[in-house]
Structures are given as C-alpha cells and as structure tokens.
C-alpha cells in the first residue's frame, strides 16, 4: 500500500489508518507493505516517525521506495528499520557503467549493515546492471530483465516478479 508521507503526519489520517489496521486479522497486517517515497519521507520524517512505528507494531513491514532519487539522509534506516529500500531506477540504469552510483549503492547498503533491512533494485534491464547490483549485495530486484510483463493489454497494470540473488 503506498502512502504519502505528508498523509502520515495528519492526526485525521493517523487515526483512520490506526482505526483501520485494528480491525484487521493479523495473519494480513503480517503481509501487508506500507510504502512510502525517500525524499517526501526524510522531508517530514520528525512528524511520520509515530504512524510509522505504529504500523511497525501492528505487524506490518515498511518499505521506502525512490531511495537515491535525491540525495538525502539515510538516518530513517537506523530509527524505523524498514523491511525494504528499493532503489529508484535512475541508480541502477546503467550502473555497470557509473562509479558514483555504485559508491552510492554501498553507501545505502552500509547503513543498512546493522538492521534487517534489505535492498532492492528497481529497473534492472540488462545482465550488466544485474550482475553488478548483486555483486554489491542486493537482496533482490525487478525489472524487464527479470520478468516479462504478464500483462496481455496495455491498459492493464503489469505484475512484477522479485528476483533473487
């Protein structure tokens, strides 16, 4: 589920979402991935930090998305533990090719050294971009090159596999 960060910092939503995550069974809050973007999250992170907690304690995993698209802190890492980072594809396009991005790679996965947070790649289309990233130590990733849309109509919203190391 993504959610804005903004939306996490107002009392209303906060109460709903609580409301909400109450009524439902454990065994869903345990699969259910709340997502936010890097950039909005770190701008208003003081203010998030308690819906995100709450949610952590219902049983729900976080997930930050877009991560790299600006350069920002990843102090959150430390503070909330997300299940999840996943790179914004900017970062993984041709990253074979592009020292600062892989320096900012091992950058995003040392601060995640310490926590159960794992990396993902987002946009990986081709072996190069792959084999780096996993050389690297992300824990998984998506993109053209591992897994074709399943999709018959375009109007239709693409699945996405996860590969693995």
Not at 39 to 62: E, K, N, Q, T
Not at 68 to 89: C, E, F, M, N, W
Request: glycine share 6%.
């Amino acid at each position: 589920m993504n959610v804005s960060a903004y939306s996490l910092c107002q009392r209303e939503f906060v109460i709903w979402l609580r409301d909400a995550l109450l009524q439902t069974p454990r065994s869903t809050l345990n699969r259910l991935l709340v997502e936010v973007s890097e950039g909005a999250l770190v701008s208003h992170f003081d203010a998030a930090r308690p819906c995100l907690r709450l949610i952590a304690a219902l049983g729900c995993r976080l997930v930050v998305d877009q991560a790299g698209r600006t350069i920002v802190s990843t102090h959150y890492v430390k503070d909330i533990q997300p299940a999840y980072i996943k790179l914004h594809r900017s970062l993984v396009r041709n990253i074979h090719q592009r020292p600062e991005n892989q320096l900012y790679l091992r950058s995003v996965l040392g601060a995640c050294e310490a926590t159960p947070t794992e990396v993902l790649a987002v946009g990986v289309e081709t072996n190069e971009e792959w084999s780096v990233v996993k050389d690297l130590g992300v824990a998984g990733g998506q993109g053209r090159l591992l897994g074709a849309e399943m999709s018959p109509h375009p109007a239709q919203k693409k699945r996405r596999r996860w590969g693995k190391r």
